[in-house]
Protein backbone atom coordinates (compact mmCIF):
# COMPACT_ATOMS: atom_id res chain seq x y z
CA UNK A 1 0.00 0.00 0.00
CA UNK A 2 1.08 3.11 -0.98
CA UNK A 3 1.41 5.78 1.81
CA UNK A 4 2.78 9.79 1.78
CA UNK A 5 3.24 11.70 5.13
CA UNK A 6 3.40 14.97 4.72
CA UNK A 7 5.36 17.13 7.87
CA UNK A 8 7.18 20.15 8.85
CA UNK A 9 4.26 22.54 8.65
CA UNK A 10 3.39 25.35 11.40
CA UNK A 11 3.67 29.27 11.27
CA UNK A 12 6.38 31.26 10.15
CA UNK A 13 7.00 35.05 9.50
CA UNK A 14 7.37 37.09 6.64
CA UNK A 15 10.32 36.62 4.69
CA UNK A 16 11.46 33.11 6.49
CA UNK A 17 11.90 30.17 5.17
CA UNK A 18 10.28 26.92 6.32
CA UNK A 19 11.14 22.91 4.92
CA UNK A 20 8.31 20.20 4.48
CA UNK A 21 8.93 16.67 3.90
CA UNK A 22 7.31 13.63 2.76
CA UNK A 23 8.06 9.94 3.38
CA UNK A 24 6.95 7.86 0.89
CA UNK A 25 6.79 4.00 1.49
CA UNK A 26 4.46 1.38 -0.65
CA UNK A 27 6.76 2.22 -3.91
CA UNK A 28 9.84 2.23 -5.53
CA UNK A 29 9.86 6.00 -5.02
CA UNK A 30 12.99 6.31 -7.83
CA UNK A 31 10.51 5.11 -10.40
CA UNK A 32 8.04 7.78 -9.46
CA UNK A 33 7.37 11.44 -10.65
CA UNK A 34 7.21 13.75 -6.93
CA UNK A 35 4.69 17.35 -6.93
CA UNK A 36 3.82 19.45 -4.15
CA UNK A 37 0.47 20.97 -4.34
CA UNK A 38 -1.71 23.72 -1.74
CA UNK A 39 -4.98 24.44 -0.95
CA UNK A 40 -6.49 27.90 0.93
CA UNK A 41 -9.97 27.69 2.21
CA UNK A 42 -12.15 28.00 -0.94
CA UNK A 43 -9.74 28.08 -3.63
CA UNK A 44 -8.91 25.46 -6.00
CA UNK A 45 -5.48 23.13 -5.39
CA UNK A 46 -2.71 24.07 -7.26
CA UNK A 47 0.17 22.50 -7.94
CA UNK A 48 3.95 24.45 -6.94
CA UNK A 49 6.61 22.38 -7.27
CA UNK A 50 7.52 18.94 -9.21
CA UNK A 51 10.30 16.57 -9.91
CA UNK A 52 10.99 13.69 -12.38
CA UNK A 53 12.63 10.58 -12.11
CA UNK A 54 15.62 11.96 -13.61
CA UNK A 55 15.73 14.96 -11.47
CA UNK A 56 13.86 17.56 -13.55
CA UNK A 57 11.99 20.26 -11.66
CA UNK A 58 9.25 22.29 -12.72
CA UNK A 59 7.75 25.72 -10.39
CA UNK A 60 4.43 27.60 -10.45
CA UNK A 61 4.98 31.29 -11.66
CA UNK A 62 3.67 32.17 -8.02
CA UNK A 63 6.74 30.49 -6.20
CA UNK A 64 9.50 30.35 -8.68
CA UNK A 65 12.33 31.95 -7.04
CA UNK A 66 11.17 31.58 -3.75
CA UNK A 67 11.54 26.93 -3.45
CA UNK A 68 12.92 24.08 -4.43
CA UNK A 69 11.61 20.72 -4.50
CA UNK A 70 14.67 18.40 -3.64
CA UNK A 71 14.45 14.51 -3.19
CA UNK A 72 16.69 12.23 -1.38
CA UNK A 73 15.89 8.35 -2.99
CA UNK A 74 18.35 6.80 -0.35
CA UNK A 75 15.65 7.55 2.32
CA UNK A 76 12.61 7.33 0.26
CA UNK A 77 11.77 11.14 1.23
CA UNK A 78 10.72 14.62 -1.27
CA UNK A 79 11.12 18.03 0.23
CA UNK A 80 10.21 21.25 -0.13
CA UNK A 81 12.07 23.95 0.64
CA UNK A 82 10.51 27.53 1.07
CA UNK A 83 12.05 30.82 1.36
CA UNK A 84 10.91 34.09 1.31
CA UNK A 85 7.53 33.14 2.67
CA UNK A 86 4.16 35.57 1.78
CA UNK A 87 1.07 35.56 3.93
CA UNK A 88 -0.67 34.49 0.81
CA UNK A 89 1.87 31.23 0.60
CA UNK A 90 -0.66 30.47 3.69
CA UNK A 91 -2.18 26.86 3.03
CA UNK A 92 -2.72 23.35 2.98
CA UNK A 93 0.49 21.85 1.48
CA UNK A 94 0.19 17.85 0.25
CA UNK A 95 2.90 15.90 -1.43
CA UNK A 96 1.64 13.70 -4.51
CA UNK A 97 3.18 10.86 -6.46
CA UNK A 98 2.77 9.33 -9.75
CA UNK A 99 4.43 6.79 -12.55
CA UNK A 100 6.00 9.35 -15.05
CA UNK A 101 5.92 8.14 -18.80
CA UNK A 102 9.07 10.06 -19.60
CA UNK A 103 11.84 10.33 -17.52
CA UNK A 104 12.55 13.91 -17.98
CA UNK A 105 9.08 15.08 -17.70
CA UNK A 106 6.67 16.34 -14.63
CA UNK A 107 3.65 17.10 -14.70
CA UNK A 108 1.78 19.75 -12.37
CA UNK A 109 -1.88 19.22 -12.78
CA UNK A 110 -3.75 16.98 -10.07
CA UNK A 111 -5.40 14.77 -12.16
CA UNK A 112 -2.24 13.38 -13.39
CA UNK A 113 -1.46 12.20 -9.73
CA UNK A 114 -2.19 8.75 -8.51
CA UNK A 115 -1.41 9.21 -4.67
CA UNK A 116 -1.60 12.02 -2.34
CA UNK A 117 -0.75 12.70 1.35
CA UNK A 118 -2.75 14.22 4.04
CA UNK A 119 -1.09 17.50 3.73
CA UNK A 120 0.28 19.87 6.47
CA UNK A 121 -0.90 23.25 7.32
CA UNK A 122 1.53 26.17 6.59
CA UNK A 123 0.36 29.51 8.14
CA UNK A 124 2.63 32.49 7.09
CA UNK A 125 2.10 35.36 9.80
CA UNK A 126 2.05 39.25 8.47
Known amino acids: QVQLVESGGGSVQSGGSLRLSCAASGLTFSSYCMGWFRQAPGQEREGIAG???????TYSDSVKGRLTIPRDNDNNTLYLQMNSQKPDDTAMYYC????????????????????WGQGTQVTVAS
Open 51 to 57: IARDDTT
Open 96 to 115: AAYVCRWRWSVRLTSHAYDY
